[in-house]
């Protein structure tokens, strides 16, 4: 079978986490495979981490510069808790450097720690029951510590709001962030795995994506300049590189 974009697939449902949760996550997730045959599905680069429960287990999503093509199980159920930008680094005890593109069972990283939080988890009767679970075990993990990078979290809403037409990128950011060029590097590659650049085309993309679900009827071109492209070609070509397809496929 062809790979398929993963959110086209199943059943998916996010919503913004509660309580605790908010010191390091933004949103849980639910994603259910269909009861049939289940294609490869194709993971396109978002510029987030995720821990997820799939399988029994924690695993963790690491930051992806590529697309990623995953076979989930036919009626498969995956949770997951995105962190907010620039917390997964303090949450996990681990640089995003070093589980770039990567599928980590939690236990990797944590060792008995991560035993010890997947052993709270039991069968439930149903999803919501569950989720609760999950929300709780994680929760119990979050609540009170301080994993948030503050300056790296004001410098992903910098990026994704978008900078100002033929603005340099890094001397910008020292600008903004009081940061020699080294300084802002390095913590970059901590925070969310890459350079500024990198988070910057992947976030370039993903504006385009919503202009186009919040303007279907405008042109490519005109979606292309107003999400920061020089021209609808170096759309086409970014797409294809972190979707394998066309803008107009992807639509």
Do not use: N
Request: hydrophobic letters at 40%; glycine letters at 8%.
């Amino acid at each position: 079978m062809e790979p398929v974009l993963a959110q086209t697939t199943g059943f998916f449902r996010e919503r913004p986490v509660a309580g605790g949760l908010a010191a390091a996550f933004c949103a849980v997730w639910v994603h259910r495979m269909d009861d049939r045959a289940v294609p490869p599905i194709v993971i396109t680069p978002d510029a987030t981490i995720d821990l997820q429960w799939i399988d029994g287990r924690f695993r963790v999503a690491g930051p992806d510069k590529e697309p990623q093509i995953e076979m989930p199980p036919a009626g498969a159920v995956i949770v997951g808790f995105r962190f907010r930008p620039g917390a997964a680094a303090g949450w996990l005890g681990v640089p995003a450097s070093e589980i770039v593109g990567g599928r980590l069972s939690l236990q990797e990283l944590w060792g008995t720690r991560a035993r010890e939080l997947s052993d709270r988890i039991k069968a439930a009767s149903d999803l919501p029951a569950m989720l609760r679970q999950l929300e709780e075990a994680v929760g119990m993990r979050t609540e009170g510590r301080d994993a948030l990078d503050p300056q790296m979290g004001r410098a992903f809403d910098v990026i994704h709001k978008g900078l100002p037409p033929e603005t340099p990128l890094v001397p910008f950011l020292q600008r903004q962030l009081h940061m020699s060029e080294r300084t802002l590097r390095r913590r970059f590659e901590d925070a969310f795995g890459y350079g500024p650049k990198t988070l910057d085309r992947i976030l370039r993309f993903h504006r385009y994506r919503r202009l186009q679900r919040q303007q279907g009827d405008a042109s490519t071109a005109l979606l292309a300049i107003e999400a920061g492209y020089a021209d609808q070609a170096h759309l086409i070509r970014e797409s294809r590189r972190l979707t394998g397809v066309t803008p107009t496929a992807l639509a």
